[in-house]
């Protein structure tokens, strides 16, 4: 850090070079408790300014990832890196990152502007300059006027913007939110969504964004990474990860999806071509490192499938095979159809609900059909496999 | 008919009365308990204060104000040992149990209850005996300054009991428990990701401490004080075993005054004086350290 003043200008020079540099390095970075392991031998690179979600279940180490950056728990192997220096063995109070936390923890005994100057306090900013900062802060989450008050004395939303002030007000390299919505309802929380994406646009400091709600982790995120056991099953931009899953975890996580297992049959006219459980033969983009005769499975978004009444074709571009409807559930947008697929595959689907009613009866006959190009691939086993937007590290390849 | 309506009826009257009686009854038993033990005594007090007479010939009640002049004017220095030593013995209780507390709340793990009974496990033995075994202990020549008497390492007539410090630290000891629990609740109580917020906001374990965890376990120390200092400023029985003639504390002078002396209204005037000033004692401490002012000024 320490840069003599001749070397100013390379040095400033060197920042805007690292503009796009990452600014949190995890290296290989494992953590255990007892016999469990939380998160196992994990690499990942957060780029500067990024707004980068870690999305899964609960256990599946996000948390424990997100505060083996912040300092509370150190890592068993593996190292941290903070804009490019080694950080594992620093506690939370010397690292310049903060926290927004799930249960807010501001402080009781302290008024809400007296929350937010706290961080400033302890690394000794003068008064007059701490007045200034709070207000800004507390003027960015718009709660500018509520200085005065307790933490108990403000609704949910109110502590949420408290405790997001409190943090940003110290302009860390990197802010870190674990959950901060989850104790909000629905109508609120998409609210805050927007709002904090609307901050960290504002104030373009990267956000480390842990949550378990999908749809949340797409609406705000730059990057996502899908994490399961430990593990990054799938990093990538929101489209890609939705779109071109690289696991069957990763599909059904993200939304719903439609698996069909067969067998690889090699290209034809620049497609792959698949031949499912049921004879069935359709055309997928070719995989990359499938060989023929291997066994994959194919997925479907249950958004991208078309209906077709029984006797009407389906575009001979599109994969069609038949089924039965079973069920036509009314959502509101939409209706969500289930069919029997036949070999006990169960296939769903969402048409939008732009009048005329459901497209068939249960019972009757149907032809669902998609684009080739909609269709993705899994390999059989589940496992991730190495493709242009997955990579086992969780690297980002460019 | 009528018989029919009474049944149906019966059963929602009495609900109802219940209903608007159930506070009167529980509240009942412990106003009767305050009003016979304490209110009455305390009027009783009150005029026995201003009697004149001696145990011979009888008291009348003549509102002889002489007694609270003669009282105080006579006692002034034990009214002052009992400030002085009440303070003393709450600020060493404090000084030893805080720290313990917050080792036992922040670093017992899951043997709080263990540590917890530990340290009280003492206090189910009758305070007298743990006093009079304070007693033997510091005596003349006893077990701890015997041996180092033998051995020339402290002058021959140096003496732990009738000291002031023998009063103090006899007191600190007794009301230990009082001080500690309190404490040790509040600290228990302590969300732990406050102190991992501190420490997200550059707080280092010094500022945790003096930032969030000392603040907020006001609450107990304040109680702490209370449960200790009155007692502790009242007592007689730690002056009477530890202390000498030069400790007297106004605790022992109202219990002798009372059942050696029979001197009913000086007592009285005496305990009156006492009471009314740890009262108006207890109105500053609020005042100045109350935690309601803590939760909302500033």
């Known amino acids: ?398 | 008919m009528a018989v029919g309506t009474a049944t149906v009826r019966r059963p929602a009257l009495t609900t109802r009365w219940g209903r608007a009686l159930a506070p009167y009854l529980l509240i009942f038993p412990g106003v009767a308990w305050l009003l016979i033990f304490f209110l009455f005594p305390l009027l009783t007090l009150a005029v026995t204060s201003l009697m004149s007479g001696d145990f011979v010939a009888g008291f009348q009640f003549t509102w002889n104000f002489n007694n609270y002049t003669y009282g105080l004017g006579l006692y002034a220095t034990q009214y002052s040992h009992s400030l002085e030593y009440g303070a003393s013995a709450t600020l060493i209780a404090f000084l030893l149990a805080y720290p313990a507390a917050y080792w036992i709340a922040f670093h017992a793990g899951p043997r709080k209850s263990a540590y917890l009974l530990i340290i009280l496990l003492p206090f189910f033995v009758s305070f007298v005996l743990r006093t009079l075994s304070w007693e033997t202990l510091m005596g003349d020549d006893g077990p701890i300054l015997g041996p180092l008497k033998s051995a020339h390492l402290i002058p021959s007539d140096f003496r732990v009991l009738a000291t002031p410090i023998a009063v103090t630290f006899g007191l600190a000891y007794t009301f230990f428990p009082y001080m500690l629990l309190p404490i040790y609740a509040s600290l228990e109580k302590i969300d732990r990701r406050l102190i991992e917020a501190a420490e997200d906001l550059f707080a280092n374990r010094v500022e945790v401490f003096r930032r969030v965890i000392f603040p907020l376990s006001i609450p107990g120390v304040f109680a702490g004080v209370l449960l200790t200092g009155i007692p502790a400023t009242a007592d007689f029985v730690n002056q009477t075993l530890l202390g000498g003639a030069g400790t007297t504390m106004i605790g022992r002078v109202i219990e002798q005054q009372f059942e050696v002396s029979a001197n009913y209204p000086l007592a009285s005037a005496l305990a009156f004086v006492f009471m009314l000033g740890l009262l108006a004692m207890l109105l500053l401490y609020q005042r100045l350290f109350g935690t309601d002012e803590l939760v909302r000024a500033r």
């Open chain 1, 1 to 398: 850090m320490q840069v003599e003043k001749t070397a100013a200008p390379a040095a400033g020079r060197q920042h805007s070079a690292s503009a796009t540099d990452a600014v949190v390095v995890l290296d290989h970075v494992s953590k255990r408790f007892g016999g469990v392991v939380a998160v196992d031998d994990l690499s990942l690179d957060v780029m500067r300014g990024e707004f980068f979600s870690m999305l899964g279940p609960s256990g599946c180490g996000k948390t424990t990832t997100l505060r083996m950056i912040g300092g509370f728990d150190a890592p068993s192997e593996g190292v941290v890196r903070l804009d490019g220096r080694d950080v594992t063995d620093l506690p939370a109070y010397r690292r310049d990152v903060n926290t927004v936390f799930q249960s807010y923890g501001l402080f009781p005994h302290l008024n809400v502007f007296d929350n937010v100057a706290f961080g400033l306090r302890r690394r000794h900013v003068g008064g007059a300059e701490v007045n200034r900062r709070v207000q800004e802060a507390l003027e960015l989450v718009s709660l500018a006027g509520y200085g005065k008050r307790r933490p108990g004395q403000l609704s949910g939303g109110q502590q949420q913007r408290v405790a997001l002030a409190r943090s940003l007000v110290n302009h860390p390299q990197v802010l870190l939110l674990d959950e901060p919505l989850g104790a909000l309802d629905l109508k609120l929380r998409k609210q805050m969504q927007l709002e904090l994406k609307r901050i960290q646009g504002e104030v373009g400091i990267t956000f480390i964004f842990v949550t378990h709600d999908q749809e949340e982790a797409m609406t705000i995120s730059d990057r996502i990474a899908v994490m399961n056991h430990g593990r990054i099953e799938q990093l990538g931009r929101p489209e890609d990860v939705y779109e071109r899953p690289a696991t069957q975890f990763v599909a059904e996580f993200l939304g719903a999806s439609n698996l069909l297992d067969g067998v690889y049959r090699g290209t034809l006219d620049g497609w792959g071509s698949v031949e499912l459980a049921g004879g069935d033969s359709i055309r997928i983009p070719a995989p990359p490192s499938a060989l023929v005769g291997d066994k994959l499975k194919v997925g479907i978004r249950p958004e991208k499938l078309h209906l077709y009444p029984d006797g009407r074709e389906a575009p001979s571009d599109h994969n069609s095979i038949a089924a039965i409807l079973r069920n036509a559930v009314f959502v509101g947008v939409s209706y969500q159809y289930f069919f029997d697929a036949g070999g006990g595959r169960q296939l769903s689907a969402f048409d939008r609900n732009a009048g005329g009613g459901p497209i068939a009866g249960p019972g009757e006959k149907v032809r669902v059909a998609w684009k080739p190009e909609h269709t993705f691939v899994i390999p059989a086993d589940g496992m991730a496999q190495p493709t242009p937007t997955n990579h086992q590290t969780g690297r980002q390849d460019k």
